[in-house]
């Protein structure tokens, strides 16, 4: 059986990596053989990359050259990394991929979406992710999660920034309803696995709907 291509996104401090874990063992469950991944990162060159932007001074990199990396990241990762493991038939659960460009550098720093769009077709126009998980908390929230962690070069900007970026993710959302299917992060921990699990399985048993 073919694999599926699985992504989640959000702000910082909503949960992704529980959820990911859960998702991951929700397939592992039922057979599946899963990759999990992450963006920036998911190769040596991406994770280099990763590393030397969240360790920068805010405001060093403009709001191009940040576009520019984050898909420069992403097409070495498709090419080495996630398309191989489609081919072999692997669910490929990546944290973030292209809607987070659109949410940080296209809501966050205002970069053109015509651009984005641009960039898109050119590295991925073949391959969209056939499941987007997004994991949604108003700004405050997920910020006050984290305030106790040392803050890296997205993590120093503002409430206003972070808001910029979830009205980006919602409105996707909105425009992608069948792909994107939004959980609200701010209920308790138990209820948003559970809806994690449902949204899974409606996936998995009725997954011709969404290719
Ligand atoms: P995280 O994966 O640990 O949340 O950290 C990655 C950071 O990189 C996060 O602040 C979001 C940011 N990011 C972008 O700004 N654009 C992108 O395209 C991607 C994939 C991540």
Redesign the pocket.
Known sequence: MPGAFITIEGL?GVG?STCLDIIKNELSKHGHKVLVT????GTQLGEKL?EW??SGEPGSLSAKT??ML??A??SHHLEKVIRPALDKDYWVIC????D??F???GG?RGASREWLENLKKMIHVDLEPHLTLLLDAPAEVGLARIANREA????REDKDFYRRVREVYLEISISEPKRVKVINATKPIDQVNDRLIAVINEFLFHRETYL
Do not use: C, S, W
């Open positions: 910082e992704k992450r963006e920036p990162g990763r932007i969240l940040e576009v984050m898909f990241a992403r944290d973030r991929f292209t987070a460009t949410a940080y550098q966050g890296d070069y997205f993590e």
